[in-house]
């Protein structure tokens, strides 16, 4: 069996979360200011659905994990899925903002509720999940699976540049609906490029030692009894939080305290610039330090970050540096992060003799999309908090101080809490007796 990536099939992974951005990057960055500026809902009540969709999503991770554990195709077990979802993922984005003006209040709430539940909790569940998946089937070798990482980190943060200069332009041009059909449009070809060029390495289904199948109940079992598991889903939540309080709240920290939402690009460009080179570095980097150490160091960075934007929040010079700080901070909590998750999948056969991918990186999923709810709650409620009127040509001296408190204080309590639970998540120092110890197992196996 070929167990080696070619760079194409490196390159055509990485754009698959290309796809996924320009659905949720979007869906993150602006829906929140399409729903209060345009539809005219409340942020708390928009804030308040992100949020109860979100904890949903945890049921239908797990979930959804458990179901492409199961699935057996001639294309493996995970690919399938990013087929299938890739057109729904379009159509929903498109969905999302298209809200019909001739609804009532009650409608409009009733409206972007449903959308938005079968948007994250159903379709980008199924595509997210089984993408990431992905990662740990396409190549066995540790060194692999950063390098894919880190090309997809890439990717994604030129994507998300691509979306923060673009957005509001093409919405001043086509309206939010054409937004929204051009990325979705983009969105499924990208998708549709890693499933046509990516193949699984690894066997379909889930079995225990000797190959028998493993039940739903008892695989779930299994997964809560590895620890790493439990840390590394709460990194995810914690992470994607900031992350989600970062994009909701960047266009209003642009427009209503730097005083331009032209500068939502340049402020983008600070946080994601670093990352982009810093992932194309971070192979090199995991050699000197390893994954573990690169994060400790990571959140200690994104801490000192947010700190130098909090001592002068109006300031365009002191947003710049911060951005800067904060994205070279997050660089291996984007490529090293994921990464780690296939080193859990890993620890978790050496330690109980069952491989379970999916249902594991249900921990990125459910991180990911639980984080960005909690993330746009935060923005929704302490937009409420501070007052915010969508209708108003300059938000009142009230609400300018909430952006400038939730944009700074939020993100580095979260990165705090998260500097801790790390210190409890160092699997680079038994990962060389994994590997070791794995390769035999499989050799004795004959796979």
């Not at 990431?132 to 880190?150: A, E, G, I």
């Not at 999948?345 to 960005?372: C, H, P, Q």
Request: charged share 15%.
């Amino acid at each position: 069996m070929e167990n080696k990536p070619s760079l194409w099939e490196k390159l055509a992974f990485a754009v698959g979360d290309g796809g996924c951005n320009f659905v949720w990057t979007t869906i993150g960055s602006f829906l929140t200011l399409y729903y209060t500026d345009s539809v005219g809902i409340s942020a708390a009540v928009i804030g308040t659905i992100m949020l109860l969709t979100r904890l949903l999503d945890g049921v239908t991770d797990l979930g959804m994990g458990a179901v492409i554990d199961r699935t057996r195709t001639r294309w493996g077990k995970a690919r399938p899925w990013v087929l299938w979802s890739a057109v729904p993922m379009g159509l929903g984005l498109v969905l999302l903002f298209n809200v019909p003006a001739s609804l009532g209040s009650s409608g409009k709430i009733a409206y972007a509720a449903v959308t938005y539940t079968l948007m994250a909790a159903v379709i980008y569940t199924a595509c997210n999940l089984s993408y990431n998946t992905l990662l740990s089937l396409t190549s066995p070798n540790p060194k692999d699976r950063v390098l894919m990482s880190s090309l997809r980190f890439f990717c994604t943060m030129g994507v998300v540049l691509i979306i923060n200069y673009n957005t509001m332009n093409l919405v001043d041009r086509f309206g939010w609906n054409g937004m929204a059909l051009i990325f979705g449009a983009i969105a499924v070809a990208l998708l549709l490029i890693t499933f046509f060029f990516t193949k699984e390495r690894s066997a379909t289904g889930i079995s225990g030692k000797n190959g028998e199948r493993i039940p739903v109940g008892q695989s779930f079992r299994i997964l809560f009894r590895n620890k790493y598991f439990i840390f590394v889903t709460l990194i995810f939540v914690i992470n994607y939080t900031a992350l989600g309080v970062n994009n909701g709240l960047r266009i209003f920290y642009a427009r209503d305290v730097l005083g331009s939402a032209g500068l939502m690009g340049t402020l983008t460009l600070c946080f994601i610039l670093p990352k982009m080179i810093g992932n194309l570095l971070y192979p090199q980097i995991t050699k000197l330090m390893g994954k573990w150490k690169s994060l400790v160091l990571g959140y200690v960075l994104e801490m000192a970050g947010v700190a130098i934007m909090a001592l002068t929040p109006a300031s365009l010079g002191t947003a710049v540096a911060g951005l800067v700080l904060l994205g070279i901070g997050g660089i291996p909590h984007t490529a090293g992060l994921f990464a780690l998750v296939a080193d859990v999948i890993d620890y978790g056969e050496w330690k109980t003799g069952v491989r379970i991918d999916g249902l594991t990186n249900s921990a990125t999923s459910f991180g990911m999309k639980v984080g960005a709810g909690l993330g746009s709650a935060i923005v929704g409620w302490g937009l409420a908090w501070g007052n915010y009127d969508g209708k108003l040509a300059a938000q009142t001296a009230e609400t300018v101080s909430a952006i400038k408190i939730l944009f700074t204080a939020a993100p580095f309590v979260l990165f705090a809490v998260g500097l801790v639970i790390i210190m409890f998540t160092n699997i680079d120092k038994i990962y060389p007796r994994i590997s070791r110890e794995l390769a035999e197992r499989r050799s004795e196996a004959g796979q």
